[in-house]
C-alpha cells in the first residue's frame, strides 16, 4: 500500500504568512494526490486534485505543486479562515490519506 | 448543491454490525462519473478509506477491512449503505460518506458531514 508521510505535522503562523506543507509519497503516483482542509466539527473540503489544479471555489491564495513522491500546498498570505488541518490523498492506487498537518495560531 | 447525509446508530456493541446510510440529494446515481465511498476518521488512524461502489453495483474495499465490509445502494432513494460486522472498539470513529468522480481524478469532492459511531458494550 502507498503511504503518505505529511511534514510537519503542526505549525504554528500569523495572518499574512506564507505556509508551506509537504507531503511525501511512499512510491511514485505520478499527480495522483489532492489536498483538503478541515476545521473542527466539519468536513474535510477539497482545495486541489491532480497535484495543482484548484477545485472550483477555492481563493486561489492556496495551491499546489509536485509529482512523482513529493508533493506541496502552499497559502500565500493566511487568513484566519485557513487554520485548520490540511491532508493529502493519494488516487494513484486506492485511496490513502496523510496523518494531516495543523495550522496553528502563532 | 449536492448533499450527502449519513444516518444510522450512535452506539454497537462489540462483536455486532454496524450499518450506515447515506442519503444523496443533488445528484444523479446512474451517473456513469460519480462514485460514491465511506470514509472513516478516528484519532488513532486518521482518515481510513472504508470502500466505494458505482452506479453500476461494482464494490471496491479497503483491503484490511475487505473480510467485515459490505456497501450496497438503493437506487430507487439515492441511498447507499455500509455494513461492517464483528466491530471491536477499534471501530469507534467519525464515519462519513463521500462523492468521488472520474471529473475531478477520483477524489473525494463532496462529504456528509460525519455520524460518530462508537463501540462500546
Known amino acids: 500500500a502507498i503511504q503518505l508521510t505529511q511534514s510537519p505535522s503542526s505549525l504554528s503562523a500569523s495572518v499574512g504568512d506564507r505556509v508551506t506543507i509537504a507531503c511525501r509519497a511512499s512510491?511514485?503516483?505520478?499527480?495522483?494526490l489532492a489536498w483538503y482542509q478541515q476545521s473542527p466539527g466539519k468536513a474535510p473540503k477539497l482545495l486541489i486534485y491532480?497535484?495543482?489544479t484548484l477545485q472550483a471555489g477555492v481563493p486561489s491564495r492556496f495551491s499546489g505543486s509536485g509529482s512523482g513522491t513529493d508533493f506541496t500546498l502552499t497559502i500565500s498570505s493566511l487568513q484566519p479562515e485557513d487554520f485548520a488541518t490540511y491532508y493529502c490523498?493519494?488516487?494513484?492506487?486506492?485511496?490513502?490519506f496523510g496523518q494531516g498537518t495543523k495550522v496553528e495560531v502563532k | 448543491q449536492m448533499q450527502l447525509q449519513e444516518s444510522g446508530p450512535g452506539l454497537v456493541k462489540p462483536s455486532e454490525t454496524l450499518s450506515l446510510t447515506c442519503t444523496v440529494s443533488?445528484?444523479?446515481?446512474?451517473?456513469?462519473?460519480?462514485?460514491w465511498g465511506w470514509i472513516r476518521q478516528s484519532p488513532g488512524k486518521g482518515l481510513e478509506w472504508i470502500g466505494t461502489?458505482?452506479?453500476?453495483?461494482?464494490?471496491y474495499y479497503n483491503p484490511s477491512l475487505k473480510s467485515r465490509v459490505s456497501i450496497s445502494m438503493d437506487r430507487s432513494k439515492n441511498k447507499f449503505s455500509l455494513n461492517l460486522n464483528s466491530v471491536t472498539a477499534a471501530d469507534t470513529a467519525m464515519y462519513h460518506c463521500?462523492?468521488?468522480?472520474?471529473?475531478?481524478?477520483?477524489?473525494?469532492?463532496?462529504w456528509g458531514q460525519g455520524t460518530l459511531v462508537t463501540v462500546s458494550s
Open positions: 491532480a497535484a495543482s
Open positions: 512510491r511514485a503516483i505520478r499527480s495522483d
Open positions: 461502489i458505482y452506479y453500476s453495483g461494482n464494490t
Open positions: 443533488g445528484d444523479s446515481f446512474n451517473s456513469r462519473s460519480s462514485y
Open positions: 463521500a462523492r468521488h468522480t472520474v471529473n475531478t481524478g477520483m477524489v473525494f469532492d463532496f
Open positions: 490523498l493519494q488516487v494513484f492506487n486506492s485511496w490513502t
